[in-house]
């Protein structure tokens, strides 16, 4: 039985993001970024422990509020028993619809969320009805950190934060945070992940001091150059 119910509602679910896409012109693919053949170009979602982390909210807040509509119906019901039965349906589809449009929009965030890492920047892209792009360049970062809130340490996942030249402590942390901070939701590998960043910003900070060590090195008599200069200067003796 749960798997005709599984499939109508993935057929469901389908429908509502061809419509989007369709109708709101939300992005079918993944962001990219201009890479290099060879470079690093990671791209992925947040894990799927974030969607069971999104869900777990919106399941807390159905119940309280449909409870909340329950107490009212009932207490309508014991004072007027008439107008009660009158508002039952309406009740009951104020209950239900903004339930229903609440799980869709939760699995639509979730699916329209990418990361895409490259060896120059990081791009984040968000939003349903908006779409935002924001991306950072490793070598303008300052800081990297991992936050995790103990429901996030249930589910296993973490948040990281990216933060360029100007960031403060009370810059907003959405889910939408643009400018000096970038926020990396529902990471279920934080370490590997801020690793992988430090790695790129390390990478992008030297490699300017690499190519100015480069140009001031241009010129400069080497070892080779020198057992070159003995061999014709012993060649020369022979033939002397």
């Known amino acids: 039985m749960t798997d005709p119910v599984e499939r109508s509602a993935e057929w469901v679910y389908q429908g509502v993001w061809l419509m ?3 109708c709101f012109k939300v992005p079918r693919q993944p962001p990219s970024l201009p890479v290099e053949p060879g470079d690093l ?3 992925f979602h947040p894990s799927r422990q974030y969607l069971s982390y999104l869900k777990m909210y ?3 807040a159905l119940v ?3 409870l909340a509509i329950l107490g009212g119906w009932v207490a ?5 028993p008439s107008i009660a039965w009158i508002v039952a349906v309406p009740a009951l589809v104020i209950a239900i619809v903004p339930d229903i449009v609440a799980y869709v929009m939760i699995h639509l965030r979730y699916d329209n969320m990418w990361y895409v890492i490259t060896n120059r920047s990081l791009r984040a892209r968000r939003g349903i009805w908006v779409i935002l792009e924001h991306t950072i360049t490793f070598e303008n970062v300052q800081n990297v950190y991992v936050r995790r809130g103990p429901v996030q340490h249930i589910f296993g ?3 990281i934060v990216l933060e360029t030249a100007g960031a403060t402590e009370g810059e907003s942390e959405n889910p939408f945070a643009v400018g000096n901070k970038a926020i990396m939701q529902g990471i279920d590998n934080p370490e590997e992940i801020k690793e992988l960043i430090m790695e790129r910003v390390q990478a992008t900070r030297s490699a300017g001091l690499g ?3 480069n140009k001031s090195t241009r010129g400069v008599w080497g070892s080779h150059h020198l057992e070159l200069l003995r061999e014709i200067r012993d060649q020369i003796r022979e033939l002397a």
Request: with cysteine; glycine share 0%.
């Open 76 to 80: 309508l019901l014991i004072w007027r």
């Open 41 to 43: 170009c990671r791209t």
């Open 211 to 213: 190519d100015e060590k």
């Open 157 to 159: 996942i973490s948040t």
């Open 20 to 22: 989007l896409v369709e």
């Open 58 to 60: 919106f399941w807390v």
């Open 64 to 66: 309280v509020i449909d």
